[in-house]
Every structure is written in structure tokens, then in C-alpha cells.
């Protein structure tokens, strides 16, 4: 008999009494096998029965009873075993109710929930009950969904039974006949009318997305990556538009769950969706023509002259204009420049806040699970500067930078807000100043991706800056990366001094005072930059730029127009830096000894062997405190134009070579214990070599290095150093003779290789993510 019945019939079924339980699997597991097994004829009784059992069990979870203490006495083996098969019944209603009673278990108790969870047949049940094909059932199976997905066990289930490919797809057929438009307005009224005429209610796609993102914001990325890509391609831009839309004006007065769910795990989903996705990317020969020349000896010129020395222009507009530059209209293409308004509209609108990624993290699921502002407005001080040079009055070479907004406040945009107060301030004489360009645009991620390949580093950061006319935006400085400056638009006066830091600045290292640049500005580099010049200044080296020209040109040089420039950032993280390659052949090398560490029966000598590697490390880290080499790039990763290629690779062996030979001469053994042992006071000293964690370990635990601990290894080594000073000073010396005498430089290339991959890689999914966030 079909499910559409007279009221008077389906009130006469709830109302019959509820089946005795007291006897479960005696006398009620076989009629309900027998009844949940009619599937071949249409039989109204058996419908009957398995629905007044299941309001029952219903009733009976509902009100907690004190009897009813174990998930077993509320939840029988046997009526787990059938609820499966209940859950694809042909009734509707017996498919919601056995949905009902799965949701009322797993929100019981966490026990009861993993109860459920073990069973990974309830899971594909649920999944299956999706496609049912009734709109009411598959709310209530989402609804299923989420109150199972509270537990680990329930996430991972749901995850296995493919059930985040079927929301995807049922979240895709919803939206389908509708524009996404009326999704967002259908998400502030009862319901929307679809443009085929069939009325879609809100909370059904808020259920799907909801469950969706509970789902996916807690999956592996191996589930994620089991996803059909041409469904994701499919879905991303309908979850994208939805999300933008949501953002402003925000949802007020919704409380139900699956909103909240929905609008803040969304931003997540997107990135976690995103982030593994294959972005075009230019290649980097192209790169190499486009900023350095045609012939290979150009960039091998450059590096070889210029690189971290001295700073160059690279390009010229002409240069650029007439070939017709695909990778230089690439980028002025990213920008709307028929007027001002256009240009800071085209920058300014719909950005979102891009937190940073920790320099030693190669876990993309940490920073999110550490990063629940993912899709929050733009920061002052992180993501935008708004900032202009004024002289001070007293001294008259002397400039301090203002800013427009409060720089110590880390206030919060509002979308629109801040463009509109942004345009007041560039009317002001402000520059604004924004980070991580490479996270918002996808042709600037293409051209720092391939720049990054190009010179063998993890990534590449981009900067833009918009300076209206006459004006200055950042006082006389340097920086601790070396910059591309590339001239988008306009025309900007640049002086570079000619006298850099006395040593290269390392990353995040304090930025140190600078003389007045009236002391600087004999000898320095001076230039106008037009449209499509690129300008290289090494970090370490002082400058500053303007868009008018006051004390160095004549009057009839002066700019005029607004500039806009983006500089390209070479940030060399620790471990590519000639001291983090070091650091990675003495780990390597200290990986190749421990098969000989294993035959010493002595536990305490195979730890003074560890430590005396340890205490190397500490060496090799003080000694590139001094030494200007070991902070240069190492660019042994570097994609050189193959006939210049052998040249330059044994170059860079050389320089490695003088390294270890400054490694072995100057290791002080007192200093470099009295810096890691005495003073410890200073609980940060060894924080520095956190990122050495990253590297493969194999061996017993007493022979491997706690990098993730360096506290605690150095109060092993006060133990040790109690037993015998002496002793580890003479291993000391000899684990360092031994290091300089016996490493395997290819093995080291090849380390360091992997450490590059696993730092493109995570630096690559926080890109994709970002940029997906902006689209």
C-alpha cells in the first residue's frame, strides 16, 4: 500500500501502543527482519509494525530512562544490525524514523555515538538514504549526519562511507536550478521561489552544506584527495559565491546550528578543497627571459655580480613594451586602470586577512586547526599599511613614517569600509601598502611560483604599493629579503645606497637604525622607474623612493601620476640559507654514522657522540652569526640554463667547501658549550634549530636528536658534562674532524632537495587555499 494514506490512517498508527522491548532479540528481532525484509510487494503491515517500533525506541531514547543506563539495553546488537537495512527501506517514513532514532542515539552520549560509529553500515545506510529522492528525508538524514559526526569515530565513518561526495553532489544538484543569487536570499527568507517554479527551501541547502563542511573541515587529506576532482571543479565556485555573498551583509538573527556551522567552517572548506588543486603557474625559463634576458649568461651574470652584492636595473620599459611581454601584461592586466578609483577598487575590494604560515611549518592541517579567523577582514599592521613620510621638523634630513590609521591597534576592515577610508587617506598623500599579494591574485601567485623555481627557494612573497602624486610612503630603510621592484604604472625615484650592512640581514632578525640619508646619498644608485622596469636591491641595502623629486633632480624631472609597483620577495628561510645546508649535511653525515654508533655497548658513550652533533649544530649557528657566507642562499636548487649549468653547480660546491673549512678551523667548543649550557637562562637560544625536526630520523631513541625539544637536550647535556667535561669536549672535537673529512656532499644536495619539496609543498597548499578565498 503506498505511503500516501488518509490522516485518519497514519494518526491510528502512532497512536497504536508502543511493542514490548523487555525481550528484544527473543521475540522482536525476527518480526522486524521479517518485516524490514518485505521489500518485493507492498505490504502496509509490516510498514506498520517497523513504525511503531521505531516511535517506540524513539520515545524511549527521548526520555532517558534511569533503567536504561548502557547503549546496549537502549541500542541491541540486533537493532543495530538492522538499521542499515532500515535506513534504504522503499517507505519514506521508516527511512526517517530509523534516521530519527540514529540522530537521538548519537546525541545520547559520545558512547552511544561511537557505539553507532562502529558500525560502518549505519554510515553507508545514511549515505544511501540520500538519494531517496524526498526532500523530508533527506533533511532528517543530514540532520543524521551531523549529530554522528560529533564523535571521531562517527567523522571517520561517514568519511569512509563516501557520504562528503554525496552532500557534494546533492549540494550540486540543489543549486543547479537556481541562480546562486537566490541561495544567498533564500538564506535570510522561509523560502525562495526557483526559476523553474519549484520552491527551494533555505535550510535544506544550509543542512547539506552544514553536514558537507563538518565533514570535510575534519578530513584527512587522503579523503580529500579521493574526492573526484571534476566535482570539486564543479562545486568550489558555487561555495565560493555563496560564501562572498553571506559575507556582506552579514546573517543576523539566524541561530540554528547549520547557519553557524555553515558560515564558519566555510572559509575552511573552500581553502581545504583548494589547496591541492594544480595552479597554472609560469614556467620558469619564462621568468628567466622576462626579467633577465634572452641569453643564459644574463641570469648567470646577475647571479654571479649581483646577487646579494648590489643592486641593478634589470629591464627597461622599452625592452619590455615592444616584445610585447606576456608575463609583464600578465600583471597589469590583474588591475582596472582607467582611473585611480578603478586601480584601488580593483586592489582594494573583497580582500580577506591572510594570516601568517609559521616558517617551520609543514603541516597545512596545524595552521588551520590553529587559524579560526580563516576568512576574517584585512588587519592593519598584517595584511595593509596605510603610511606616508613626513620630515621631521627639528632635523632636516630626517623623515618619520605616519600612519592614517592606529599602527599599534591590529583593528578589524569591514568589506567596504576600509576602501572607502583608504581612498580619503591616498587623497592625503598616503601609501598604501599591501602583503601577501600572492595570496590574492592568481597571476601574481603564477609569476612568484615560477621565481621561486627558478632560484631553488620554497616560495616567493609579493608586496603591492599605490603612492599617489608627490608623495612618499616608507622612510630610508632596508630590508631582510632581497626585492624585484617591478613598475606596474607610473613612475617612482628611487636611491639605493651604495652602503649595504656591514652582513647579510637574516630573515625576522631585527632591523637595525641607519644613519641619516644625507650621510648615504654620495655614490648611490638614482633612477626614475617607468612603467615595466624591474630594480634589484639585495637585502641589507638602504633605500627609500618617491613619486616627486626633491632635493636630487631638476625641477622638470619631477613625477607626476600615482605609482604603483609590486616587489617580488626573495625571503631565504633558514634552512636555505648556506648555514641551513650545514645544518643538513652534518645531519646527513651524523644519519651515515649511526650504523658504527650501534656496535658501542655503552650508553653513555653512544649519547656523548649525539651530543657532540648537537653541540655542532650550536657551533655552525654562532659561527654564522659572524661569517656573511653562511647567511648568503644556497642555490645548488637553482634551474640554471643547462650549458652554464655545470659551472655554476661546481661553484656553489666551492663555496660549500670554504664553509666546511671555516666550519673546522673556527668551532669553539667553550663558547658554543657556555652559550647552549650556561647561559640558560635564555630559554629561546635554541629555538633556531626547531625546523631541523623536519628532517628523517631512523635509530633507537638514544641515538637521535630531540630538535622539537631543544630544552630538554641540553638538560641531558648538564647531566653528561657532570660525568666528564673533558670526555665530551675530545668527542667534540673529533665528531668535527671526522664531519669535515668524511661528508658526502651529494647526499647532502639530495636532502636538501626533499627539505625544498616539503616546504614548496605546504607553502603551495597555503597559496592555493588563500587564493581560493579571493577568487
Do not use: P
Given at each position: 500500500m503506498d505511503e500516501t494514506r488518509s490522516g485518519h490512517k497514519r494518526r491510528r498508527d502512532s497512536s497504536s501502543p508502543p511493542l514490548d522491548v523487555a525481550s528484544f532479540d527473543r521475540n522482536v528481532f525476527p518480526l522486524l527482519l521479517a518485516a524490514a525484509s518485505s521489500r518485493t510487494s507492498p505490504n502496509q503491515h509490516s510498514r506498520s509494525v517497523l513504525r511503531r517500533f521505531l516511535r517506540s525506541r524513539l520515545a524511549l531514547i527521548s526520555t532517558r530512562p534511569s533503567s536504561c543506563t548502557t547503549p546496549k539495553s537502549l541500542l541491541p546488537n540486533g537493532l543495530i544490525a538492522l538499521l542499515p537495512l532500515l535506513l534504504t527501506s522503499r517507505w519514506p517514513s521508516v527511512v526517517r524514523l530509523s534516521a530519527d532514532v540514529v540522530r537521538s542515539a548519537a546525541l545520547y552520549s559520545i558512547e552511544m555515538n561511537e557505539v553507532l560509529a562502529l558500525n560502518g553500515e549505519i554510515a553507508k545506510g545514511l549515505v544511501l538514504a540520500l538519494g531517496n529522492g524526498r526532500r523530508q528525508v533527506a533533511k532528517t538524514v543530514c540532520n543524521a549526519i551531523l549529530d554522528l559526526s560529533i564523535s571521531q569515530a562517527g567523522r571517520e565513518q561517514l568519511c569512509k562511507a563516501l557520504s562528503v561526495e554525496r552532500l557534494l553532489s546533492l549540494f550540486y544538484q540543489e543549486v543547479q536550478v537556481n541562480r546562486v543569487l537566490a541561495v544567498h536570499q533564500g538564506m535570510r527568507k522561509e523560502a525562495v521561489e526557483c526559476s523553474k517554479g519549484r520552491p527551494m527551501n533555505e535550510s535544506f541547502v544550509a543542512l547539506i552544506l552544514a553536514a558537507a563542511v563538518t565533514l570535510i573541515n575534519s578530513s584527512t587529506e587522503d579523503f580529500l584527495d579521493r574526492i573526484p576532482s571534476e566535482l570539486v571543479k564543479r562545486c568550489l565556485p558555487l561555495l565560493q559565491e555563496i560564501w562572498k555573498k553571506s559575507r556582506c551583509p552579514l546573517l543576523h538573527g539566524n541561530g540554528q546550528r547549520c547557519w553557524h556551522i555553515m558560515k564558519n567552517g566555510l572559509p575552511t572548506t573552500i581553502f581545504k578543497l583548494s589547496m591541492n588543486q594544480n595552479l597554472a603557474?609560469?614556467?620558469?625559463?619564462?621568468?628567466?627571459?622576462?626579467?633577465?634576458?634572452?641569453?643564459?649568461?644574463?641570469?648567470v651574470t646577475f647571479v654571479s655580480k649581483y646577487w646579494e652584492k648590489s643592486p641593478v636595473l634589470l629591464s627597461e620599459v622599452i625592452k619590455n613594451l615592444e616584445k610585447e611581454n606576456g608575463v609583464f601584461r600578465c600583471l597589469i592586466n590583474s588591475f582596472n586602470h582607467q582611473s585611480t578609483n578603478d586601480i584601488l577598487d580593483s586592489v582594494l575590494m573583497k580582500l580577506v586577512s591572510c594570516q601568517p604560515l609559521a616558517s617551520d611549518e609543514l603541516d597545512i592541517n596545524c595552521f588551520l586547526n590553529e587559524n579560526s579567523s580563516l576568512g576574517s577582514p584585512l588587519i592593519y599592521g598584517l595584511d595593509i599599511r596605510v603610511v606616508k613620510a613626513q620630515q621631521v621638523p627639528s632635523e632636516s634630513f630626517k623623515k618619520k613614517e605616519v600612519h592614517f590609521f592606529d599602527s599599534s591597534s591590529?583593528?578589524?576592515?569591514?568589506?567596504?569600509?576600509?576602501?572607502?577610508?583608504?581612498?580619503?587617506a591616498f587623497q592625503d598623500g598616503f601609501t598604501i601598502a599591501l602583503r601577501g599579494m600572492e595570496f590574492r591574485f592568481a597571476e601574481i601567485a603564477s609569476i612568484t611560483r615560477g621565481l621561486a623555481d627558478l632560484f631553488g627557494q620554497p616560495s616567493v612573497g609579493a608586496n603591492l604599493y599605490i603612492t599617489p602624486p608627490g608623495s612618499q610612503g616608507l622612510t630610508?630603510?632596508?630590508?631582510?629579503?632581497?626585492?624585484?621592484?617591478?613598475?606596474?604604472?607610473?613612475?617612482?625615484?628611487?636611491?639605493?645606497s651604495s652602503s649595504p650592512t656591514s652582513i647579510l640581514p637574516r630573515l625576522y632578525e631585527p632591523i637595525s637604525s641607519l644613519p641619516s640619508i644625507e650621510n648615504e646619498k654620495e655614490g648611490g644608485l638614482q633612477m626614475f622607474l617607468n612603467e615595466g622596469d624591474i630594480l634589484y636591491i639585495p637585502r641589507g641595502c638602504p633605500h627609500e623612493a618617491h613619486t616627486k623629486n626633491d632635493a636630487y633632480k631638476p625641477q622638470q624631472e619631477l613625477c607626476s601620476g600615482l605609482s604603483l609597483h609590486l616587489t617580488l620577495s626573495m625571503e631565504v628561510e633558514p634552512p636555505f640559507a648556506w648555514e641551513g645546508f650545514a645544518h643538513v649535511a652534518l645531519h646527513c653525515w651524523h644519519e651515515m654514522q649511526k650504523e658504527a654508533s650501534d656496535c658501542i655497548p655503552s650508553m653513555e658513550a653512544r649519547r656523548r657522540k649525539v651530543f657532540s652533533v648537537f653541540l655542532l649544530h650550536v657551533a655552525i649557528k654562532l659561527i654564522a652569526d659572524d661569517v656573511s657566507i653562511f647567511r648568503k642562499a644556497c642555490l645548488i636548487a637553482a634551474k640554471f640554463v643547462e650549458h652554464h649549468a655545470d659551472t655554476l653547480r661546481l661553484n656553489q660546491k666551492a663555496n660549500f667547501l670554504k664553509i666546511i673549512n671555516i666550519i673546522d678551523?673556527?668551532?669553539?667548543?667553550?663558547?658554543?658549550?657556555?652559550?647552549?649550557?650556561?647561559?640558560?637562562?635564555?630559554?629561546?637560544?635554541?629555538e633556531w634549530m626547531r625546523w631541523l625536526r623536519h628532517l628523517p630520523q631512523r635509530g633507537v631513541e638514544d641515538v637521535k636528536i630531540d630538535f622539537d625539544d631543544p630544552s630538554r637536550m641540553r638538560s641531558e647535556l648538564i647531566e653528561l658534562s657532570i660525568k666528564g667535561n673533558e670526555e665530551m669536549k675530545d668527542e667534540f672535537f673529533q665528531t668535527k674532524s671526522r664531519f669535515c673529512r668524511s661528508l658526502v656532499y651529494e647526499e647532502a644536495c639530495r636532502m636538501f632537495q626533499v627539505m625544498l619539496e616539503k616546504y614548496r609543498r605546504t607553502r603551495n597548499q597555503y597559496m592555493n587555499g588563500m587564493l581560493a578565498l579571493h577568487t
Open positions: 603557474t609560469w614556467n620558469y625559463d619564462k621568468i628567466r627571459v622576462t626579467m633577465f634576458g634572452d641569453a643564459g649568461s644574463e641570469f591590529g583593528i578589524l576592515f569591514s568589506e567596504g569600509d576600509y576602501a572607502t577610508k583608504c581612498k580619503k630610508f630603510h632596508y630590508d631582510d629579503h632581497c626585492v624585484f621592484v617591478w613598475q606596474l604604472f607610473g613612475q617612482k625615484y628611487w636611491f639605493v678551523v673556527s668551532s669553539n667548543f667553550t663558547e658554543t658549550f657556555e652559550k647552549t649550557v650556561v647561559q640558560e637562562a635564555n630559554d629561546n637560544f635554541l
